[in-house]
């Protein structure tokens, strides 16, 4: 009594065909490969930006740390030549 048969298979495939139609059920499969599609394509780029950005924090982080070039100070040299 608990286990499903074939025939309660094929009612139950009668029914969905009747509800949704034959030619609607490869369309939602489509549709649905489509997305499942867009969503590995999606994860995929994340990735890709994830290391994109962090080479690019990479390089900021080496420009912030140069502090030992000299910084040249406008205000001081016009006091100075004026």
């Known amino acids: 009594m608990g286990t499903w048969s ?3 298979w094929i009612v139950v495939l009668l029914i969905v065909m009747v509800l949704f139609g034959a030619g609607k ?3 939602l499969m489509g549709d649905m490969a489509k997305g499942v599609k867009a969503f590995k394509k999606g994860l995929k ?8 950005s ?3 924090g990479a390089s900021q982080k ?6 030992s070039a000299p910084v040249r100070d406008e ?6 030549n004026g």
Do not use: C, Y
């Open 6 to 8: 074939i025939g309660h």
């Open 25 to 27: 059920i490869p369309r």
């Open 45 to 52: 780029d994340g990735d890709e930006d994830e290391v994109a």
């Open 54 to 56: 962090a080479d690019a």
């Open 62 to 67: 080496v420009l912030k740390d140069d502090s």
């Open 75 to 80: 205000h001081k040299d016009k006091a100075a």
